[in-house]
């Protein structure tokens, strides 16, 4: 099992940035990436960008250029860093671990946190 805590969502205004932390526990062993994942009203969710164990990273074509997928494995927490915010970004950010051999939604996945980017 794998435990994740989102933290670091909140109110901002549009241009502003936010930084996003998940920090983890629990056996990671069976976790080949790690990825934060948005959802706004009446959206699907969407991957926005992954580190994968390999060491490859994926970033969205939405938020390339303004936010950034990285780690800290010392303090087993994974950040995104979000710049040049839109009010298009508003949406609930969710961390999650992939393990080998399936799916985003068979991963684990934390409980949330909130963006919402004012105009």
């Known amino acids: 099992q794998v435990q994740l805590v989102e933290s670091g969502g909140g109110l901002v205004q549009a241009g502003g940035s936010l930084r996003l932390s998940c920090v983890t526990s629990?056996?990671?062993?069976?976790?080949?990436?790690m990825g934060w994942h948005r959802q706004a009203p009446g959206k699907q969710r969407e991957l926005v960008a992954a580190?994968?164990?390999?060491?490859?990273?994926f970033v969205a074509d939405s938020v390339k250029g303004r936010f950034a997928i990285s780690r800290d494995n010392a303090k087993n927490t994974v950040y995104l860093q979000m710049n040049s915010l839109k009010p298009e970004d508003t949406a609930v950010y969710y961390c999650?671990?992939?393990?080998?051999?399936?799916?985003w939604g068979e991963g684990y996945w934390g409980q949330g946190t909130q963006v919402t980017v004012s105009s």
């Open positions: 999650a671990a992939r393990p080998h051999s399936l799916g």
């Open positions: 629990g056996n990671s062993v069976s976790i080949n990436a």
């Open positions: 580190m994968f164990r390999g060491g490859g990273t």
